[in-house]
């Protein structure tokens, strides 16, 4: 059961940043309930009434006050604390519209330049620069169409007719010769072809001058009842040989070879010595034996 009370003070706090009034009520006294009810009071009870009346009332004016000043006493910041807290609605939690201007946030600035207005005139030419290094090496490309025939060029100067490889010799032997103690080689006393003199026809051997591929051919006639043993040298060495044994009639005996030769080699033809009867025959007017030679291909230089 509550008892009635009445209205002290009402004072608004919007001074105070209190959104509400604040109503301070203070309770009847039981002398004024008596004498509503029209009961009779004492003078006794009358004065001690008034005295605790009193004294409440100053109790409940000093806690009064008090409330008072404690939205003030809240309001003031601590001199070394942290600030005070800003207001904030109640929505400001919530995330921003997408789209929406932010609040209490500044617009950004973006200067623009015309660089039509700041553009000066055209300088000189700068000094070339450096090469750079040469980039990887590409892919080879397709080849390309057969381009038009040119014209037909201008003859050349003739050539040095010096210069042109010539060698061949061509030689042969009228009288007969049988073999002695030693080697010996064949010499021949007619001469068919000898280009440059090339085949020296005391020694009865070809000089090579003009490095290539020869040909050599030999041709003898054999002695009755006598042994043809004859050999195509290429320096100190036997390349083919040449042979008819002993009979009753005299025949022709040839020989052919290709040799590959370098400057001053030397080819000629040698009679095996004296150990059976060795001997090629002629009649001293007609030419029996002969001895050929020419180059097939220089050599190239």
Known sequence: MFLPCRLVWVFC??????????????????????????????????????????RGTAMFEALSFLLLLLPLATSVPPPFGAPPRACHRCCDHLDPLEGAPARNQMPEIRPIINMTILK???????????????????????????????????????????????????????????????YQALVFDTVFVNLHEHFNMFKGKFYCQVPGVYFFNVNIH??????????????DREMVIVYAQ????????????????????????RLYKRERENAVYSDGVDVYITFNGYIIMPSPE
């Open 246 to 269: 002993p009979s009753e009639r005299s025949i022709m005996q040839s020989q052919s070879i290709m040799l590959s030769l370098g400057r001053d080699d030397e080819v000629w033809v």
């Open 13 to 54: 706090f919007s001074c105070l940043s209190l959104p509400f009034p604040v109503v301070i009520l203070s309770p009847r006294s039981s002398l004024e309930q008596q004498a509503e009810q029209g009961r009779p009071v004492s003078f006794t009870v009358a004065i001690a009434e008034k005295t605790r009346r009193d």
């Open 120 to 182: 000066g005139e055209k300088g000189d030419r700068g000094d070339k620069g450096t090469p750079g290094k040469a980039g990887a090496e590409g892919l080879p490309g397709s080849r390309g169409p057969m381009g038009p025939k040119g014209t037909k060029g201008q003859a050349g100067a003739p050539g040095d007719a010096c210069k042109i490889q010539h060698s061949a010799f061509s030689v042969g032997r009228r009288k007969a010769l049988h073999s002695v103690d030693y």
């Open 222 to 235: 054999t002695w009755n009842f006598k042994e043809t043993y004859l050999h195509i040298m290429q320096n």
